[in-house]
């Protein structure tokens, strides 16, 4: 059975499903399964555009080649494609290129998906949850793609080739999702992707850019997620780290709070702290304490097991954990 037959068989669809619900405890969306109906529907051009956009299937894709697969000795499941900065709620499906792009399924309770995150592990920008479905994160790709190589064409590169490659591809997703969406190019990125995202006063502003769901009172008081200034936001929080009394009261009066009733200063300080730990000891165990409190309050256990198991392995050279296929 080749790959792209995989990606289509129902039972293995259902074999790996049951893993991911199992191990991570998060109930597949129906986003995903159509990201599969695309996959399965390649063909040699299309496999070749996706290639060149650097776009490749990852993490818990992986259990498709094998959805019984199992760890290296010592080492979790749960950690397999998991960054050392990748919050408890980011499950890896898709890698993307340089500078360790790569996209997650988001999940605020460990249950459902509440959308695609995707960040540069390799840089210091956060994470974008700017699209709602696995398609709509490779449509967003498609189109910068598009709008680059009008550039190089306008320069006099030969590009006939490639644009012929990536409109098969984008034919081949707007069959099954964003077919709504007539723009290309710039046009499509001006439409969908480059505006400021709204304010969501359902969220509180966090570190790591994501926004945390919880319905507390934060000892900072801190804005709605996108309703804070980033930089002055970064700032504070990053003097507030390099000083050990200071970052020791925040993390007194967040696990007061939690006993007290209100976990959502020990969520949001937890992965502000799991964010920014930068390999520092006391940062990593603070932020494994806190967001323990946090997911044990709230009721997210699946979100309290995969916290704990990336604690024991943050220290990980490399995030393929999985035994090679016999």
């Known amino acids: 059975m080749t790959e792209s037959e995989r990606y289509g068989d129902p039972a293995v669809r259902e074999a790996v499903a049951g893993r991911i619900a199992m191990e991570w405890g998060?109930?597949?969306?129906?986003?995903?399964f159509r990201f599969l109906d695309f996959l399965a529907a390649l063909g040699p051009a299309e496999e070749r555009a996706l290639r060149d956009l650097e776009l490749a299937p990852y993490g818990?894709?992986?259990?498709?080649?094998?959805p019984s697969?199992?760890?290296?000795?010592?080492?979790?499941?749960?950690?397999?494609?998991?960054?050392?900065?990748?919050?408890?709620?980011?499950?890896?499906?898709?890698?993307?290129?340089?500078?360790?792009?790569?996209?997650?399924?988001?999940?605020?309770?460990?249950?459902?998906?509440?959308?695609?995150?995707?960040?540069?592990?390799?840089?210091?920008?956060?994470?974008?949850?700017?699209?709602?479905?696995?398609l709509e994160a490779v449509r967003a790709r498609i189109e910068?793609?598009?709008?680059?190589?009008?550039?190089?064409?306008?320069?006099?590169?030969?590009?006939h080739e490639r644009l012929a490659d990536l409109g098969r591809l984008r034919a081949a997703l707007t069959g099954v999702e964003t077919g709504e969406r007539t723009e290309t190019g710039l046009a499509y990125s001006d439409a969908y992707d480059s505006r400021r995202p709204a304010v969501d006063s359902d969220r509180i502003?966090?570190?790591d850019g994501a926004g945390a769901l919880v319905p507390g009172v934060t000892a900072l008081d801190r804005p709605p997620h996108n309703g804070a200034d980033e930089y002055r936001f970064g700032t504070f929080m990053e003097k507030l780290f390099e000083d050990a009394e200071a970052l020791r009261a925040a993390r007194d009066e967040a696990l007061r709070r939690a006993t007290a009733g209100d976990p959502s200063e020990a969520l949001v300080l937890g992965r502000d702290l799991h964010w920014a730990s930068y390999g520092e000891p006391q940062r990593e165990e603070y932020a494994r304490e806190l967001l323990a409190v946090a997911y044990r309050d709230l009721d997210?256990?699946?979100?309290?097991?995969?916290?704990?198991?990336?604690?024991r392995h943050r220290a990980l050279a490399h995030v393929d954990v999985l035994r090679p296929a016999r």
Not at 60 to 66: E, K, P, T
Not at 98 to 106: E, N, V
Not at 116 to 130: K, L, M, P, Q
Not at 300 to 311: D, E, F, G, K, Q
């Open 26 to 32: 998060l109930e597949l969306p129906g986003s995903f």
């Open 69 to 134: 697969a199992f760890p290296r000795e010592g080492l979790d499941i749960r950690v397999h494609g998991r960054y050392y900065r990748d919050p408890p709620e980011f499950l890896t499906f898709l890698h993307g290129g340089s500078d360790g792009l790569h996209h997650g399924l988001w999940s605020d309770d460990g249950r459902t998906c509440d959308g695609v995150a995707s960040y540069y592990s390799n840089d210091g920008d956060g994470i974008e949850r700017r699209h709602r479905t696995p």
């Open 60 to 66: 818990v894709m992986d259990l498709f080649a094998d």
């Open 300 to 311: 997210r256990p699946s979100l309290t097991t995969i916290a704990a198991t990336h604690h």
């Open 205 to 207: 502003t966090t570190l």
């Open 144 to 159: 910068r793609a598009q709008r680059d190589l009008a550039e190089y064409a306008a320069d006099g590169e030969d590009v």
